[in-house]
């Protein structure tokens, strides 16, 4: 019904950018939340940032300063630019999208993509 694909993984070195995307598609009237959350090897996923359709956004305190998520309504498309990129920094990175209402009047809650790849080397 709604789908989620993330785009912009990849190998970099330490001190570099990427740029992680995300679209969503399907039977979306509007989307509240949107999220991008990241799990390393052997640990919890963990949030990275949000950002509310109004564009309020939330960080968490590691990539403060380094990350910046956006979107784009008209798209249903966020977006994560990463810089000053640490090894720290690798993980999966999953899209999300939360109280995502569809065009049937129905609320998806915890939509996720299906994760992109991001390493970092020292």
């Known amino acids: 019904q709604v789908q989620l694909v993330e785009s912009g993984g990849g190998l970099v070195q330490a001190g570099g950018s990427l740029r992680l995307s995300c679209a969503a598609s399907g039977s979306i009237y509007s989307i509240s939340t949107m ?52 090894p720290e920094d690798t993980a999966i990175y999953y899209c999300n999208a939360n109280q995502v209402l569809t065009t049937q009047r129905g609320m998806l809650y915890a939509v996720w993509g299906q994760g992109t790849q991001v390493t970092v080397s020292s």
């Open 35 to 86: 999220g991008w959350y990241r799990q390393a090897a052997g640990k919890q996923r963990e949030l990275v940032a949000t950002i509310t359709r109004a564009g309020i956004t939330n960080y968490a305190d590691s990539v403060k300063g380094r990350f910046t998520i956006s979107r784009d309504n008209a798209k249903n498309t966020e977006y994560l630019q990463m810089d000053s990129l640490k």
